[in-house]
């Protein structure tokens, strides 16, 4: 079943191993960040963090060996869509699933608030806890001294009429409470891409929801795709900085204020086009390919730039967002 997850990793344009796996576990190299874009999956970073690099490789092997992949000399493409198609059909991933949700440090505070706010209610104080983990327990304990779970039940149940009923019932089966016991188990990896979906559609409709407080705290809000040093150097260059002073004021290599724009960019920030490009530079690349993947040909066309300005315009052409006219 591994093998139908990995093949759908992969298309046309040719992509390495290394990047697809990275992705999976979270790693936000600029490499792999762009390599997401580009196939249009950066919404499945760290899906599967618990992937071990020899299973995945093993699946790549398994795939390569029948056909379904083909190894090219810039790395892996698809050979066979049905293949893939059918794979989607047996392992359906996550829709809803989006990196900055943390949906899986919410389930764990969900399981352990639900079951402590059942058990308050029959005046429960001495049963096992639904989740081990000290730091979520300390977590719950401040979110329920602080009585932000006041009307949790009420929040939780209008969360749950919202969400389609399938969705509904299979996160219920999930939870424990006073006398109740889900303890539902995924069986297999299509079952938990379907549970990830769950959570992750019921984490959306939280983050819509500022009306509900006991909620929203338990969630957390949205977790921070950057460092605090990348936003700062987003935040400088705003505020009209070179990127040469944003490396002075942060103590930063010239290359990792680099790093830190571009990974931005791919995240969102709309960088300002004008102060970062020359206006000779930013009429060359007026007629620059869009399309063109291969950074080394944009340079080589494009000699007065550095590779900052290509994967930038890569980036922002790649989004939809490179300003035309």
Same mark, same amino acid.
């Given at each position: ?5 990995v093949v759908?990793?992969?298309d046309d344009q ?5 990047a697809?796996?990275m ?5 936000k190299t ?6 997401a ?6 919404q499945?970073?760290?899906l599967?963090?618990?992937?071990a690099?020899?299973?995945?490789? *093993?699946? %790549? ?6 056909? !379904? /992949?083909? @190894?090219t000399?810039? &790395?892996? $493409?698809l050979?066979d869509p049905q293949?893939k198609?059918?794979a989607?059909r ?8 989006q990196?900055w949700?943390?949906?899986r ?12 706010v059942?058990?308050?209610a029959y005046?429960n ?9 000290w ?9 329920y001294?602080?009585a ?5 039940a009420g929040e939780?149940t209008a969360a ?7 969705s509904?019932?299979r996160?219920?089966?999930h939870?424990?409470?006073h006398?109740?016991?889900g303890?539902a ?15 992750a559609?019921?984490? *959306?409709? %939280? ?6 407080? !006991? /909620?929203? @705290?338990?969630?957390? &809000?949205r $977790?921070?795709?950057?460092s605090?040093?990348?936003?700062r ?10 990127r040469e002073?944003?490396?002075?004021s942060l103590?930063?290599?010239?290359s990792?204020?680099n ?5 931005a960019?791919?995240f969102?920030w709309q ?6 490009y020359?206006?000779?530079l930013?009429?060359?690349f007026?007629?620059a390919d ?7 040909k944009?340079?080589a066309?494009l000699?007065?730039?550095?590779f900052?300005?290509?994967r930038?315009?890569?980036i ?5 967002r490179?300003?035309?006219?």
């Amino acid at each position: 079943m591994l093998t139908d997850f990995v093949v759908q990793l992969f298309d046309d344009q040719p992509r390495r191993e290394t990047a697809a796996y990275m992705l999976l576990n979270g790693k936000k190299t600029l490499s792999v960040l762009f390599a997401a874009l580009q196939h249009g999956q950066l919404q499945w970073l760290q899906l599967y963090p618990t992937l071990a690099r020899k299973d995945f490789q *093993a699946a %790549i092997k398994q795939l390569v060996a029948s056909g !379904a /992949l083909t @190894s090219t000399a810039t &790395g892996l $493409v698809l050979a066979d869509p049905q293949a893939k198609a059918a794979a989607a059909r047996r392992v359906a991933l996550p829709t809803h699933f989006q990196p900055w949700m943390g949906v899986r440090e919410f389930e764990l505070r969900l399981l352990l608030g639900v079951q402590a706010v059942s058990e308050a209610a029959y005046h429960n104080n001495h049963y096992q806890p639904a989740v081990r983990d000290w730091a979520v327990q300390q977590y719950v304990r401040r979110w329920y001294g602080q009585a932000r779970h006041a009307d949790f039940a009420g929040e939780l149940t209008a969360a749950f009429a919202l969400l389609p009923a399938a969705s509904a019932d299979r996160l219920a089966k999930h939870l424990i409470g006073h006398d109740f016991v889900g303890g539902a188990q995924a069986e297999n990896l299509a079952g938990e891409f379907r549970h990830l979906d769950d959570l992750a559609q019921l984490v *959306a409709l %939280i983050a819509g929801h500022t009306d509900w407080p !006991a /909620l929203q @705290s338990l969630w957390g &809000g949205r $977790v921070a795709l950057l460092s605090p040093s990348n936003y700062r150097a987003c935040q400088l260059i705003d505020a009209g900085q070179t990127r040469e002073q944003v490396g002075l004021s942060l103590h930063l290599k010239p290359s990792t204020v680099n790093e830190h724009l571009l990974a931005a960019a791919i995240f969102g920030w709309q960088p300002p086009i004008q102060a970062l490009y020359p206006p000779a530079l930013l009429h060359a690349f007026a007629a620059a390919d869009p399309h063109e993947q291969d950074y080394q040909k944009l340079l080589a066309a494009l000699p007065d730039a550095e590779f900052f300005h290509v994967r930038l315009f890569q980036i922002l052409n790649l989004q939809g967002r490179w300003p035309r006219g």
